[in-house]
């Protein structure tokens, strides 16, 4: 447990909260200006920007309202089976989900129509942490219930939570060293925002040392969020398709790189067509505006989906730019390179699981930071690369035979099956939070 906050800490955090207040406040219009800038370059769109100040698009409903945050893509797919069990458990309960990124919406607006009680389902971007339009949020939807999920901690917002004694949860709790070292200079404000949650769960016990190391009272739950996820959707239609048009060539999908790593992947597609001339790399670039960058650097010529092309047989590689359909090319069965992993690429890793699911042979880079409970779980399952030597030694047996790659696929799958009960546990405890 963490130590109890002194009076001097208490007013230290009080101070900085007042400062990031003031500071924030004043930051407002170049905020603005940001927020203009980054629909300039696709970041934003018409319709987010008066909801980053806290202008809703939709009315209230009435009853009770449970708000759940996730900032990107990641934490939007992981919160969904718990808006599933959130629906369930209460049939008059209203769920409103909140996103910090476009790729994020974009999945939300693409998942949520399967969902039974969808139309229960309000989504919205998150207002920025400027105080008044964080307060007009707060105000307009009133929720009675809220949660952050990982790592979104908004002085501000959590301060404005808290003066309107509205109990806030944190899910799938993450602090790394790195995070936690950051906050060094404003640890009694960590403090002060990680005390007010109601509810806390870590996504490890690493991650739940560090948070009670910087403050957080009381943990509830260690377990990760992601563990829940079922296998990423995919359309059927599209997938028959898929397999018409790829029937009998050897593929393999490198998923989710970041700048740094497209040029390994493709310096490894020559490497695996040396061995299988009609081998094809389908590569999937974790943000799909990269699409045209990517291509530029492929020779002589890479189709690309986001322009309707498809691989002919003389293509050894095909740039999937496209956001929503990582299932969809996982339902293929082929091996699969987590991206964000490689050496001369961001780092971090991706989650591991969602190809393993889709019954995929699974290899990574060595930089896995943002995820190595998840790699941990998967065992030896995993087939760790970093050249494309390595990647090309490790795909040219299971491209080769066909039984191979079922069995490797099938191991993964062994280690990667979701937790059944965890979302509906998380669900019912913050259901508790609410009014009774």
Known sequence: MSPRPTIRGRLC??????????????LAPVLRINLRRRLAH????????????????RPRPPGVLAWLHAASVGETVALLPVVEHLLDADP????????????????????????????RVITQFAPLDVPRWGARFLDYWHPD????????????????????????????????DRSLASWRGAACLLARMLSTFAWVMARSAEDAARLQHGGATRIDLIADLKDAAPPLPHDSAELARLQTVLAGRPIWVAASTHPGEDATIIATSALVRQAMPDALTILIPRHPERGTDIAALASPYAPRRALGQTPAAQDGLWICDTLGEMGLFFALGAPVLMGNSLPGG????????EPARAGCPVASGPRIGNFRQAYARMEDSVQFVETPPDIAQWLIPLLQSPEA????????????????????????????????
């Open 42 to 57: 696709g970041k934003e769109t018409p319709a987010s920007l008066p909801q980053r100040r806290g202008l809703a698009n």
């Open 13 to 26: 955090g009080a101070v900085l909260e007042a400062g990031w207040y003031g500071l924030s406040s004043l």
């Open 346 to 353: 961001t780092g971090g890793g991706h989650n591991p699981l």
């Open 92 to 119: 008059t309960l209203h769920v409103l989900v909140t996103t910090g990124t476009v790729t994020g919406s974009a999945i939300l607006h693409d998942r949520l129509p399967a969902m039974a009680g969808q139309d």
């Open 145 to 176: 219930v809220g949660a952050l999920v990982e790592s979104e901690l908004w002085p501000n917002l959590i301060a404005a939570c808290h003066a309107r004694h509205m109990p806030l949860a944190l899910l799938n709790g993450r602090m790394s």
């Open 405 to 436: 790659c079922h069995k490797a696929g099938a191991r993964a799958r062994r280690h990667a099956l979701p937790d059944p009960t965890l979302a509906q546990n998380i669900a019912h405890a913050l259901l508790a939070l609410g009014p009774r």
